[in-house]
């Protein structure tokens, strides 16, 4: 049986690299960036079946939910789904300083 979490890498590595990077992403990025409707489910099993340490937001009255990585990951040393074990090569390659990684400061 084949396993759909795995069959299109680009949503779930577009958003494994923007988390890594230190982005703020919302379901509209995703929809603008990717033309994706699952975010949620990609950050719900990044949480739960990975164990990734992403904090969700929803500021004021909005219905919109704000997704980063905690402050201080180590983005290295995240357990990567299959689809996005590029995306570590890429982040070692570029020598990320994921001591000082800062989830959140660099939107768009």
């Given amino acids: 049986m084949i396993d759909p979490w795995y069959s299109n890498p680009t949503q779930i590595a ?3 690299r923007a988390l890594a ?4 992403l919302t ?3 995703e ?3 990717r033309r994706g409707w699952r975010l949620g489910a990609i950050i719900h099993t990044l949480k739960t079946r990975y164990g990734w340490p992403i904090e969700v ?3 004021g009255r909005a219905r919109v939910a704000f997704y980063r990585l905690a402050e201080g990951c180590d983005v290295l040393a995240l357990h990567y789904p ?3 074990a590029s995306v570590r090569a890429e982040l070692k ?3 990320r300083d994921v001591r000082n990684h800062r989830a959140g400061g ?3």
């Fill in 27 to 29: 379901h509209r990025d």
């Fill in 93 to 95: 390659a570029k020598g």
């Fill in 21 to 24: 990077t230190g982005r703020t």
């Fill in 57 to 59: 937001e929803r500021p």
């Fill in 82 to 84: 299959r689809s996005a």
């Fill in 31 to 33: 929809i603008a960036e």
């Fill in 106 to 108: 660099t939107d768009g």
């Fill in 14 to 16: 577009w958003t494994c």
